[in-house]
């Protein structure tokens, strides 16, 4: 099993930037495919972006080129970083490794108006 620890949330004005970290423990995590997600309140919980093992990366049409999904092999840390921020940005955030479906606790992004 892989442990998830998800860090960086806040809350930040509109237009502001943050950038969330996601730490896994366990092996193998460089040929691990890894997703963000996000829980807006009252709503499901939806993919943001993914990135392969490869490195090759794909995004929700609400935050291409806002966002940038990236990862450092070395660190076993897979990374969100988060532009322009919008209010409906708001949200809690998980990474996911996606071979065994292992879920961070998540952190909390308000953008605020």
């Known amino acids: 099993q892989v442990q998830l620890v998800e860090s960086g949330g806040g809350l930040v004005q509109a237009g502001g930037s943050l950038r969330l970290s996601c730490a896994a423990s366990?092996?193998?995590?460089?040929?691990?495919?890894m997703g963000w997600y996000r829980q807006p309140p009252g709503k499901q919980r939806e993919l943001v972006a993914f990135?392969?093992?490869?490195?090759?990366?794909n995004y929700a049409d609400s935050v291409k080129g806002r966002f940038t999904i990236s990862r450092d092999n070395a660190k076993n840390t897979v990374y969100l970083q988060m532009n322009n921020l919008k209010p409906e940005d708001t949200a809690v955030y998980y990474c996911?490794?996606?071979?065994?479906?292992?879920w961070g606790q998540g952190t909390q992004v308000t953008v605020s108006s």
């Open positions: 996911k490794e996606e071979v065994l479906g292992s």
């Open positions: 366990g092996s193998f995590f460089s040929i691990k495919a």
């Open positions: 990135i392969t093992s490869g490195g090759t990366t």
